[in-house]
């Protein structure tokens, strides 16, 4: 994953965040999503570290890095995006849709650190945090339902950014059966159709026509069809056996 | 937002899931980005409806339907998704990733309803639940590190499908069959099996399964299952006369 992408350069920073159980969910996502820098910046509880919401990111959590404010934080930073659910909110910086932001902050991954600050459960990032931000990003979220929980929203700005989708291998497909093998399962069917005497009732060749074209739409796997062939021919051998 | 984009036809069904924060939690996700039919399968604490985590959806999380069951809770349904952490396990189903995903599910929305179902904490979906899927997909996660918290999960979804930046026109589809008319047919298969003796030959109870899950993976639109059915139950009645 991620030969081009410096995922290394990114930090996530948890300002003034209250609740250690959404911490440790933070940590869980940035790992996730192959992120292993997490900051955090005045915590509400000391004891933070041990949160069990961290399910196999504890050693991520455990070392990551305390600092008494956002500009200590930030320091080595060459970009500093700031996330709010608000947007009615009266902001002094640009403003991003997170689709938006992501090719911005991956550009900036390729040659320089990026933080990305989330703020605390009820406020979000003040004002004097958003002043050290070069730009704010949002998630698009309802309108009548702005706010996230921290975690989902740190889960959700990390697959973007990370977006591991485009270089993926991506998933494997099974093989489509070929024309012979949709043919030979129509006339098996097309057999088992006359002996029950179903194509005796629905009309000759336009029968025929629909039973071949019903067959083409289905969009068999080349294993589907021999599964489904075999289970006709076991049908018609019982329906000719009883003539 | 989300003027073409029907997300009135996507429903998230929880299945079997055990902790009420996570049921809430991922009732917030989904109100956060436009969804609102959440549907639960044998949850854990009957109690969950009350989940705290449920901010600004707990009239959602209220008003969920609950089923004993995935087949009930997806009868309506046609179109079944899947998801899974696990890569490596053994799966029936195609596999997508979730930009891969979306788009597809977009698509569907337009013309049909949508279910999209996540497992337990621990197990995730059974396979048995799989059975009931079109197909399967997964949010592309660090391969050390793939198993994301619930709530997360659903998040990222959900944002991932509204994408309400980048809505795609839709096209037209022909209607598909809802789970019902998958059952029916799935039913009437199995009884023609059972005369003919190949299910007999083909061992018992995952030979059903097997005929379950090829049902669903050929994408019946309801015009080709009605079909279908008609021909199935043609051949049953002549097996079954002449015995």
Known sequence: LADELQLENLCVVLVSTRNPLNMGAAARAISNFGVSHLRVVNPFEASFREAKSA??????????????????????????????????????????????????????????RVAVLFGSEKRGLSNEDLNYCQWVMHIPTREEHLSMNLGQAVAV?????????????????????????????????????????????????SGEERVRRLVRRLQFSSDDAE????????MAWKLGRKD
Do not use: W
């Open 55 to 112: 399910v196999g990111a504890a050693e991520l959590l455990k070392r990551s890095q305390e600092f008494q404010s956002v500009v200590e934080a930030v320091a080595d930073c060459s970009l500093v995006v700031g996330t709010t659910a608000a947007r009615g909110r009266e902001l002094h910086q640009a403003m991003h849709s997170l689709p938006e932001a992501a090719p911005l902050i991956r550009e900036h991954l390729a040659g320089g």
């Open 157 to 205: 700005c990390m697959y973007e950014i990370a977006r591991m989708s485009a270089r993926e291998v991506s998933s494997e497909y099974m093989e489509v059966a070929n024309s012979a093998e949709l043919e030979r399962l129509t006339e098996v069917l097309m057999e088992n159709l006359a002996a029950s005497g179903y194509l005796k009732t629905n009309a000759g060749k």
């Open 227 to 234: 599964e489904l062939l075999g289970m006709l021919r076991k």
